[in-house]
């Protein structure tokens, strides 16, 4: 997708950060932490968000969450670690591209909201 941010974070176009990568994952630091390890996991293929997940294949799919916890391995989230999707207005997803922030190195919140 030509207008995607994260479409160009993964051509490069756009500088980041890179944590791991993958034939179908890349996973990079958000450039706004809400905590000591805070890390996007995002497909190479372009789909816009969890409500359109079905465009996406399972292999892929199941790539992205194993890439998450590989993230938690590399980063040492020993303690526990946490795994979001925002998606549409009411989760306050900002870029359309389907990603996963990882968070951890701390004791988070309770709080899902
Ligand atoms: P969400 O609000 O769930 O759509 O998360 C989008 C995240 O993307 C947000 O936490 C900030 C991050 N982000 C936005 N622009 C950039 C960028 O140019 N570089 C990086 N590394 N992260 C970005």
Redesign the pocket.
Known sequence: MDNC??CK?IKGD?P??KVYEDDKTYA???????APT?V?VVPKAHVSGMNTIDELDDATLSACLRACCKVAELEGLTGGFRT???CGDD??????HL?F?VLGGKKLSEKMD
């Open positions: 941010l994260f974070i756009i980041s950060t990079f630091r958000d450039i706004a932490p809400m805070h996007l979001v999707s925002n989760a306050c997803q900002s870029v359309q990603h922030h």
